[in-house]
């Protein structure tokens, strides 16, 4: 019945974009992976999923509106790996300076002395526990491109919280 845009189907779709542009040889032009990723993350921008605070929320309400619910550390760690490749291959800062607001408001945020967490803790189902892996290593690899001491130590910090 499409009353419901999904923020991580969305953020899949502009990553893995990026990542085929990324792949192809001379991929430039409307229709080619890099017009896509920049098509998907100018809707994700445009779409109000992200809030106040920087982070993205589940999705979009019947109304495209922001849906309000959970801000998923997933969420926030595939939009950032997204955003790191469109830096890489198009040197645009703007890019990387989105990945950084996202990644702070994530620390910031969704940590409680600082260690992330989900609003779902200790309940989160099967696929809970994935969550924050999936936002550290895009964390990591934004690290990697864009070094900051603040990363590298929460980095540490939630590795030894294991």
Same mark, same amino acid.
């Given at each position: 019945?499409?009353?419901?845009?999904?923020?991580?189907? /969305?953020? +899949?779709?502009?990553?893995?974009?990026?990542? +085929?542009?990324?792949?192809?040889?001379?991929?430039?032009?409307?229709?080619?992976? #890099?017009?896509?990723?920049?098509?998907?993350?100018?809707?994700?921008?445009?779409?109000?999923? #992200?809030?106040?605070?920087? +982070?993205?929320?589940?999705?979009? =309400?019947?109304?495209?509106?922001?849906?309000?619910?959970?801000?998923?550390?997933?969420?926030?760690?595939?939009?950032?790996?997204?955003?790191?490749?469109?830096?890489?291959?198009?040197? =645009?800062?703007?890019?990387?300076?989105?990945?950084? !607001?996202?990644?702070? !408001?994530?620390?910031?945020?969704?940590?409680?002395?600082? #260690?992330?967490?989900?609003?779902?803790?200790?309940?989160?189902?099967?696929?809970?526990?994935?969550?924050?892996?999936?936002?550290?290593?895009?964390?990591?690899?934004?690290?990697?491109?864009?070094? /900051?001491?603040?990363?590298?130590?929460?980095?540490?910090?939630?590795?030894?919280? #294991?």
């Amino acid at each position: 019945d499409r009353q419901y845009k999904n923020a991580i189907t /969305n953020e +899949l779709f502009f990553t893995v974009a990026i990542r +085929l542009h990324q792949r192809t040889v001379n991929d430039y032009g409307k229709g080619s992976y #890099i017009d896509w990723a920049k098509r998907g993350w100018g809707w994700i921008k445009r779409s109000g999923m #992200i809030n106040s605070k920087n +982070l993205i929320n589940d999705g979009l =309400d019947d109304r495209c509106r922001n849906n309000g619910q959970t801000t998923w550390t997933y969420n926030q760690g595939v939009v950032i790996g997204g955003l790191v490749d469109m830096y890489t291959s198009t040197k =645009d800062s703007a890019y990387l300076k989105q990945a950084h !607001a996202i990644a702070n !408001a994530t620390i910031q945020h969704l940590a409680k002395d600082g #260690i992330l967490r989900e609003a779902c803790e200790p309940n989160c189902g099967e696929d809970g526990p994935q969550f924050k892996g999936i936002f550290i290593r895009n964390l990591a690899y934004l690290q990697d491109v864009s070094p /900051n001491s603040r990363y590298r130590d929460f980095i540490v910090r939630n590795a030894a919280s #294991i």
